[in-house]
């Protein structure tokens, strides 16, 4: 998807794949295993996956999305 500050790569993460504690960037707390959640990275940056409770990236989104005329 693109935002404002560029293409953005999102993946859904279920609750069973998700084994270990990451640290969401929205709202700076933590996402526990067992959460479902989205992992969210530039596409030419895999190595930059960052982990994002699903209310705060679409919070984000809505934040920094284009403005519709901007296709
Ligand atoms: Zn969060």
């Known amino acids: 998807m693109r935002l404002r500050d560029g293409e953005w790569t999102v993946r859904p993460l279920s ?6 504690v990451y ?3 929205g709202c700076d707390h933590e996402i526990n295993p067992g959460t479902p959640h989205l992992v969210v990275w530039p596409p030419d940056r895999v190595d930059n996956r960052r982990h994002w409770h699903r209310p705060c990236w679409d919070r984000r989104c809505r934040a920094a999305r284009l403005p519709p005329d901007a296709g």
């Open 15 to 20: 609750g069973a794949a998700s084994t270990k």
């Open 23 to 25: 640290r969401c960037p």
